[in-house]
T-cell receptor, first 114, second 111 residues
Framework: DSGVTQTPKHLITATGQRVTLRCSPR?????VYWYQQSLDQGLQFLIQ???????AKGNILERFSAQQFPDLHSELNLSSLELGDSALYFC?????????????FGQGTRLTVV | GESVGLHLPTLSVQEGDNSIINCAYS??????FIWYKQESGKGPQFIID?????DKRQGQRVTVLLNKTVKHLSLQIAATQPGDSAVYFC??????????FGKGTMLLVSP
């Protein structure tokens, strides 16, 4: 168990809908990262938050947004969903400094858009 | 041996063999590298890391080798077991930047 909790584990929704994925980082970790993993693809970095502030942005679509709350949990909002958004979405967290430290991953949320 | 499948390179080995998984990283300035293991339906799990001031680091049954000259990273798994079957990703990082992941290699271990 990595200590990173993601809910829900599975989500099935229709095109055009909006969903929210939730992540609770490891205790004490200030950085939260979101990654998307499509079938047989690597992990694509979406966005990073550090202590409530956006720190870095990757290949995140404008239809997607995220935030980190004062209690450090994070939510990834996906709107106007398309079939191609079906993927595994992972959250990871790392220790406060984030330099030369590994990121710990949650079990992921499998999103299926039908 | 190693072969390229439809999506991921695949390495098939027999139980007890030593496995070597290779990775070419992209940024010559990256100063920290990690190998992750991802089993089906699970999140990536940390295996071993190495800083750029090192060439080799050993863990339990695993060794990571770093060749900065050719931007190459390898993961050696000794006495491979069926439980080692998974997709293995290398990841690189520079300073406070985020982790950038490689494409992954699938390791299949036959009993």
């Amino acid at each position: 168990d990595s200590g990173v909790t993601q809910t829900p584990k599975h989500l099935i929704t229709a095109t055009g809908q909006r969903v929210t994925l939730r992540c609770s980082p490891r205790s004490g970790d200030l950085s939260v990262y979101w990654y998307q993993q499509s079938l047989d693809q690597g992990l694509q970095f979406l966005i990073q938050y550090y202590n409530g502030e956006e720190r870095a942005k990757g290949n995140i679509l404008e239809r997607f947004s995220a935030q980190q709350f004062p209690d450090l949990h994070s939510e990834l909002n996906l709107s106007s969903l398309e079939l191609g958004d079906s993927a595994l979405y992972f959250c990871a967290s790392s220790s406060p400094e984030g330099v030369n430290t590994e990121a710990f991953f949650g079990q992921g949320t499998r999103l299926t858009v039908v | 041996g190693e072969s390229v499948g439809l999506h991921l390179p695949t390495l098939s080995v027999q139980e007890g063999d030593n496995s070597i998984i290779n990775c070419a990283y992209s940024n010559s300035a990256s100063d920290y590298f990690i190998w992750y293991k991802q089993e089906s339906g699970k999140g990536p799990q940390f295996i071993i890391d190495i800083r750029s001031n090192m060439d080799k680091r050993q863990g339990q049954r695993v060794t990571v080798l770093l060749n900065k000259t050719v931007k190459h990273l390898s993961l050696q798994i000794a006495a491979t077991q069926p439980g080692d079957s998974a997709v293995y990703f290398c990841a690189e990082k520079l300073g406070h930047s985020t982790l950038t992941f490689g494409k992954g290699t699938m390791l299949l271990v036959s009993p």
